[in-house]
């Protein structure tokens, strides 16, 4: 294979493993994560080449033949000691200051949603409370529910448990957050594709855990507000 060849199936290689990594985002604050974690694979990738490259350059350069003397001592080299000391440093550095700019972006709570839901997880099973409206919607193992919401529009999520911990998490948005007892976590996002998104409980919390699933249909606002009004009427009766 050329040279061409090789670095065409590389990038090929990389791309595939990448895209397995990391789910694509459909909110606005996950996209801020796929590219943390694009970013850091890349770093990682290269440190690893790097580092098993070196060392098997050096196993190769530098075997030991035979008749071959002991090679020449030396305990001190400022010049490499600065520079192996500087390289991680800066590579930590430049991580941290990326990671905490994102993690403000996700953690950053919305000053005015367009609709805040109150969810609450229990055993095995998931409410969530439209507030302003009383629109709520119960579902638990047997009977999945599902929720609706605006794309492109602010919303906050408030999570709070009535039994155990749960966690409340939607691969696709790339958030999570638990959900404590006694405790209110909040998630604040835009979701920015209409879809249907499956959600899950992700702190195990029992015998029926891995039933503990949710799904949200994210459709225009005007739709959603249409829908909302839908569910007023019929007292959410969802
Ligand atoms: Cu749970």
């Known amino acids: 294979m050329s040279t061409k060849g090789h670095l065409g199936l590389t990038a090929a290689c990389v791309a595939v493993i990448l895209s397995a990594c990391v789910p694509e985002p459909a909110d606005v604050q ?22 098993a490259g070196l060392i098997t350059w050096s196993l190769v350069r530098y075997r030991a033949k035979p008749g071959d003397d002991l090679p020449k001592q030396f305990d001190r080299n400022l010049k490499l000691e600065l520079t192996w000391f500087a ?26 949603p367009s609709v805040t839901v109150n969810v609450e997880g229990y055993q095995w099973g998931w409410r969530f409370t439209y507030e302003g409206s ?3 919607i119960v579902g638990d193992a047997d009977d999945r529910p599902e929720i609706v919401l605006p794309v492109g529009r602010p919303l906050t999520f408030t999570l709070g448990s009535a039994d155990v911990v749960h966690s409340f998490w939607v691969p696709r948005f790339l958030i999570k957050r638990d959900m404590v007892p006694g405790r209110q976590n909040t998630i604040s996002l835009t979701i920015s594709d209409p879809g249907v998104y499956r959600g899950v409980c992700t702190e195990f919390c029992g015998l029926l855990h891995a039933k503990m699933n949710f799904v949200i249909r994210a459709i225009p ?18």
């Open 221 to 238: 606002p005007a739709q959603f507000e249409g829908w909302l009004d839908g569910q007023r009427t019929t007292d959410g009766d969802g």
């Open 134 to 136: 009383g629109v709520q």
């Open 87 to 112: 390289i991680p440093l800066i590579t930590v550095v430049v991580l941290f200051i990326l990671s905490a700019g994102v993690l403000g972006k996700v953690n950053a709570e919305s000053a005015d």
């Open 30 to 51: 996950g996209e801020g994560v796929e590219h943390l974690y694009t970013i850091f694979f890349i770093v990682a990738a290269v440190v690893f080449t790097l580092v």
